[in-house]
C-alpha cells in the first residue's frame, strides 16, 4: 500500500483505519489540518462534514464550502487516496 503526500504531509493507509480515526478527538481537524486546509476546519465541522462525507463532497459541495480550486484539487487527490487506500487487497 502506498502514501500520499500533499502540502510536505504524510499519509499512510493506517490513518484511514476505523479504529485510528474512532481514536481521533477531533477527525477532521486532523485530516484538515494534514490537508493544509486547517483554516476551513471550523466551518466543516460546522457543516457537520466528517471523513465520510469529506469522501462524497463533489464540485459544487466544494464550491459552497468556497474552496478554491487548489483547495478543490487538494480534497479530490485525498479523496481519491481514501478509495485506494480502504480497498479490500486481493
Same mark, same amino acid.
Given at each position: 500500500?502506498?502514501?500520499? #503526500?500533499? &502540502?510536505h504531509?504524510?499519509?499512510?493507509? /493506517?490513518?484511514? *483505519?476505523?479504529?485510528? #480515526?474512532? &481514536?481521533?478527538?477531533d477527525?477532521?481537524? /486532523?485530516?484538515m *489540518?494534514?490537508l493544509?486546509?486547517?483554516?476551513?476546519?471550523?466551518?466543516?465541522?460546522?457543516e457537520e462534514?466528517?471523513?465520510?462525507?469529506?469522501e462524497?463532497?463533489?464540485?459544487?459541495?466544494?464550491?459552497?464550502?468556497h474552496?478554491n480550486?487548489d483547495?478543490?484539487?487538494?480534497?479530490?487527490?485525498f479523496?481519491?487516496?481514501?478509495?485506494?487506500?480502504?480497498?479490500?487487497?486481493?
Open positions: 500500500m502506498t502514501s500520499l #503526500v500533499v &502540502n504531509q504524510i499519509f499512510y493507509p /493506517y490513518e484511514l *483505519n476505523e479504529t485510528f #480515526v474512532s &481514536n481521533l478527538i477527525p477532521i481537524g /486532523y485530516f *489540518n494534514k493544509g486546509l486547517d483554516h476551513h476546519s471550523d466551518h466543516f465541522r460546522e462534514i466528517d471523513l465520510e462525507t469529506l462524497m463532497l463533489e464540485d459544487r459541495d466544494m464550491d459552497e464550502l474552496l480550486e483547495e478543490k484539487n487538494t480534497i479530490k487527490r479523496q481519491e487516496y481514501i478509495m485506494v487506500a480502504i480497498m479490500p487487497q486481493t
